[in-house]
């Protein structure tokens, strides 16, 4: 009998020991991170980055500004961009700060296509070439966290 009551209790002290693993191994900040889908009314930065080779920098600048600035300027939800570059990795970062991930998804896709071929014409009449140098190396979203 007192060694059925040691093994019982060797059993609970094991399953404790456990659970508190169990317990302590969950990430708190995973837990409590907001998924973007369930936050449409929460600002939406969209991030984009492109091949951008120096000799062509400032003709990749203009562009932005003159086809892509006056066109996000005039959607529902724009509240701004930041654009950086990056001289050793001749990779320009884009950030596009949208009241809300709704208003920036909203935005019929054949109207950002359309004014993207407006950005490859000027690109292409400013260099003289054939196709647009300015490749898209990523995009997408940037989650907002507690």
């Given at each position: ?10 059993r609970y002290?094991?399953?404790?020991i ?14 409590y991170?907001?998924?973007?889908e ?27 500004n ?48 359309d004014?993207?071929?407006?950005f ?5 009449n ?21």
């Amino acid at each position: 009998m007192k060694f059925s009551i040691q093994n019982k209790i060797k059993r609970y002290i094991y399953s404790l020991i456990c659970l508190l693993v169990i317990l302590f191994q969950s990430n708190s900040k995973i837990i409590y991170a907001l998924p973007i889908e369930n936050h449409q009314s929460v600002m939406a930065i969209e991030q984009l980055r492109l091949k951008v080779p120096s000799k062509f920098k400032e003709v990749w600048l203009n562009a932005e500004n003159q086809v892509w600035e006056p066109w996000l300027s005039d959607q529902e939800g724009f509240l701004g961009r930041k654009i950086f570059w990056d001289k050793n990795k001749e990779e320009a970062l884009i950030l596009v700060n949208w009241k809300n991930r709704k208003l920036w998804k909203n935005i019929p896709t054949q109207e950002v296509h359309d004014i993207q071929k407006k950005f490859e014409a000027y690109v292409t009449n400013s260099l003289n070439v054939s196709e647009n140098p300015f490749k898209l190396v990523y995009e997408g979203e940037l989650e907002r966290q507690l």
